[in-house]
């Protein structure tokens, strides 16, 4: 069995962080002919459904950068890597250093996502809880109203990237935490940190997959730092036009831009659809 893995920002999505109907129609052809595919994304399980449902995305999905394996044909996680309160403590105290406010996400049992934060700081960190809000509908509460037995996926902040950089020296002597940043989508002038547990990854979430569902053979797409992972495992890896020059040197192939259904055109070609 074969398993087609897509990252989705800057990836399978347009410009628009949308599925264009010709991608939209390529999946539909790729579930007439059988052959599987799935999502690894940054994205949380709740920014990620309005754009993937209806789409067969019907086997596990990965999220968060491979915290979480949620399965839609139970509705339940199969995979978890959750940061530690200490470790979330370090990240927090971090962020004070810095300047900057930190968003805790958290699951409970019942798979509900939940945002708790100190007070902000920046406009641009208003902006930023704004789009998690609209985007989710998600509850946000204040830090200290943040259950002591958390179930911690991730923390992220946005900021000058200075106040950044200081954020990732500050906690790379802390052995399970790993980091991703880069320009935020919002506004290019600053930058975005993403830190989780580092037991969590694209390719160790996609190895686990393997496993499970029985796949010989994994064909993966991405643009980013974080697709690495995955690229190291797969049988074939293919990045956009878009992606840095570092993830195209990675892949496989170069494949077209994504706002040019580059994902979708390549699959065409790829399984004759």
């Not at 067969?56 to 509705?75: A, K, M």
């Amino acid at each position: 069995m074969e398993l087609v893995v897509f990252d989705l920002d800057g990836t399978l999505l347009d410009g628009t962080s949308q599925i264009s109907p010709f991608t939209r129609e390529t999946l539909r052809l790729l579930t007439g002919r059988g052959i599987a595919f799935t999502v690894a994304t940054g994205r949380n399980r709740y920014s990620a459904q309005d754009i993937i449902h209806g789409h067969g995305f019907v086997l596990p999905h990965i999220y968060t950068n491979g915290v979480l394996v949620w399965d839609p044909r139970i509705e339940s996680l199969s995979l978890a890597n959750f940061l530690t309160v200490p470790e979330a403590d370090h990240v927090v105290r971090a962020a004070a250093h810095a300047d900057l406010t930190p968003f805790v996400h958290t699951v409970d049992d019942e798979y509900r996502h939940a945002i708790f934060h100190p007070p902000l700081r920046h406009r641009a960190e208003e902006n930023l809880l704004a789009v998690f809000t609209s985007r989710t509908a998600t509850p946000v509460h204040p830090l200290q109203q943040m259950p002591g037995n958390a179930q911690i996926t991730n923390i992220n902040m946005l900021g000058e990237p200075a106040a950044v950089e200081k954020v990732e020296r500050d906690i790379s002597n802390e052995a399970h935490l790993v980091a991703y940043s880069g320009p935020a989508i919002e506004n290019r002038s600053l930058k975005w940190i993403d830190i989780h547990h580092s037991n969590a990854s694209k390719g160790n979430a996609v190895t686990a997959l393997r496993e499970q569902l029985g796949i010989t053979r994994t064909l993966c797409f991405g643009d980013g730092d974080n697709d690495l992972s995955m690229f190291a495992i797969a049988d074939e890896s293919y990045a956009p036009e878009n992606a840095a020059a570092d993830i195209r040197t990675a892949a496989t192939a170069v494949i077209g831009h994504h706002d040019s259904d580059g994902v979708a055109k390549f699959l065409r070609e790829r399984f004759d659809l």
